[in-house]
Structure formats: structure tokens, C-alpha cells
């Protein structure tokens, strides 16, 4: 089994679900797989992951936006 943790302060809901997509992303975009399906119970939050705009979780998104980049 695979652990990780890091150091992450004060964080709002928001930032520490991109935070974990994050992690998943860059997870599965390291393997050598064809698809990935996220699933989660927050459309806007779905939309948030790829949003390159200034937000609380910018950086987040900006990570996973330079994964999917590579992975496609």
C-alpha cells in the first residue's frame, strides 16, 4: 500500500478536494493507461480541475492541467 503526506496548513474544502484530484491525476498519469474517469458528486468542482483562472486552488488546477496536458 502506497501512503502520502503532505504538509498542507489551513484549507477550505474546496482546495483540499483539487488537492487530492491532484494527487490522483498525477497518479494515474504516470502509468501507462488509456483512459481515466474521475468521479465525484461535484460538477462545478469537476470544472474547477482544468480552470486556469485566478481561484484559492490555482495551483491545483494548474498541476493537473499540465498532467492531462502530457497525458494526451
Known amino acids: 500500500m502506497l501512503s502520502s503526506k503532505i504538509l498542507a496548513g ?3 474544502a ?3 478536494e483539487l488537492f487530492t484530484i491532484r494527487l490522483e491525476i498525477s497518479k494515474a498519469t504516470s502509468m501507462e493507461i488509456k ?3 474521475l468521479i465525484t458528486d461535484s460538477l ?3 470544472k474547477r480541475t ?3 483562472s485566478v481561484h484559492s486552488g490555482q495551483a491545483h488546477s494548474l498541476t493537473i492541467y499540465s498532467a492531462l496536458k502530457l497525458f494526451f
Open 44 to 46: 462545478g468542482l469537476t
Open 35 to 37: 483512459h481515466i474517469i
Open 10 to 12: 489551513k484549507t477550505t
Open 50 to 52: 482544468v480552470d486556469s
Open 14 to 16: 474546496l482546495n483540499t
